[in-house]
């Protein structure tokens, strides 16, 4: 996935997140729940017919 709330990006330098945040479609720095939302539609039988696809979960990072 794309930068999330961790404590990964706290110890992160302001600098660094910042300029990801910029270089992000939805400006901002992903929530850990829209990560599981993706991976429970993947686990449950809502996703039964996809096959072979990647699923990107970076907030639209360029």
């Not at 996935?1 to 997140?17: A, C, F, Y």
């Not at 479609?25 to 449950?44: D, N, Y």
């Amino acid at each position: 996935p794309g930068l999330i709330e961790s404590e990964v990006v706290t110890n992160m330098p302001k600098e660094k997140v910042e300029a990801i945040i910029k270089s992000s479609s939805l400006g901002r720095i992903g929530k850990p729940e829209e990560v599981a939302q993706v991976v429970l539609f993947l686990a449950s039988e809502h996703s039964d017919y996809i096959t072979g696809q990647t699923i990107v979960v970076d907030g639209g990072i360029v």
